[in-house]
């Protein structure tokens, strides 16, 4: 029996050690590139996961234009869009040039156009809205006072865990959506493709709390699994921007799953 138990003891603790040395992989990568955060990783296959820093990963934060991707599949479900359509720009100049002309579906998403996001507000409802948020369980379902900015403003929150697993629904296709719509926004979301894999993402940036935030998530399909990510980084201004995804990918590289 002692030695059952002092064998069970030791693999507790050679266990605990290697998850030990995986989150200081992990550690070293936000210290090397100056930021505090999480990051979340997780196959779909074996259900193998990797974190760092899971307070934060259960923290609520605002899901800024990571939003964009259950914000695009309401407005085609309301039929406000479809893939062939054009957003008209309203003539105003904003601070970023890629906003300062006619969109598309895919450029609205891919430049993160805020103006057209807030332009699919004027024609669905709070209660819509709330409806939703409820019918594919994000974050902590709240609109707010301004109809127009609540993805923005703090008053619709999600954790790190919890865009994983809106994620993976998306993936499964267990969403309340068509198809269809489901596979436009996946299109709208790859990033890179190549040969050894499938990058599909989308980052985000809150500037509205005390503290800033950058994420980045998305999944990476490879030749035998599926990888879900979910990085949010403290950022201090548009200098810590590109760390969301470099980070990431260099966690991806660091376990393996990408080269």
């Known amino acids: 029996m002692h030695k059952k138990i002092k064998l069970l003891l030791s693999f507790f603790l050679l266990f605990n050690t290697f998850l030990f040395s995986k989150n200081l992989e992990l550690e070293k990568i936000f210290k090397d590139n100056k930021v505090n955060g999480t990051i979340v990783i997780e196959s779909l296959n074996t259900k193998k996961r990797y974190i760092y820093n899971d307070n934060r990963a259960d923290s609520f934060l605002s899901p800024a234009s990571t939003f964009k991707i259950p914000h695009t599949l309401i407005a085609l479900n309301e039929g406000i869009i479809n893939k062939d359509s054009v957003i008209i720009w309203d003539k105003k100049i904003r601070e970023i040039d890629s906003w300062n002309q006619n969109q598309t579906l895919q450029t609205a998403f891919k430049n993160s156009c805020v103006w057209c996001y807030k332009e699919f507000t004027s024609k669905i409802s709070v ?29 619709l929150q999600i954790t790190t865990y919890g865009q994983m697993k809106f994620l993976k629904r998306l993936y499964e296709n267990d969403l309340p959506f068509k198809i269809e719509d489901m596979d436009l926004v996946k299109e709208i979301m790859i990033e890179e493709q190549n040969e050894e894999y499938t990058l599909r993402s989308k980052t985000g940036w809150s500037t509205s709390l005390k503290s800033q935030s950058g994420w980045y998530i998305g999944y990476v399909e490879t030749k035998d699994d599926v990888w879900f990510f979910a990085t949010n ?20 590289k660091i376990k393996g799953i990408i080269k």
């Open 127 to 155: 209660e819509k809205y709330k409806e939703y948020l409820k019918a594919i369980d994000y974050g902590n379902k709240k609109i707010g006072k301004d109809i127009s900015d609540f993805w923005l403003d703090g008053s």
């Open 233 to 252: 980084i403290i950022t201090k201004g548009q200098k810590d921007l590109k760390k969301r995804k470099k980070i990431t990918l260099e966690a991806l």
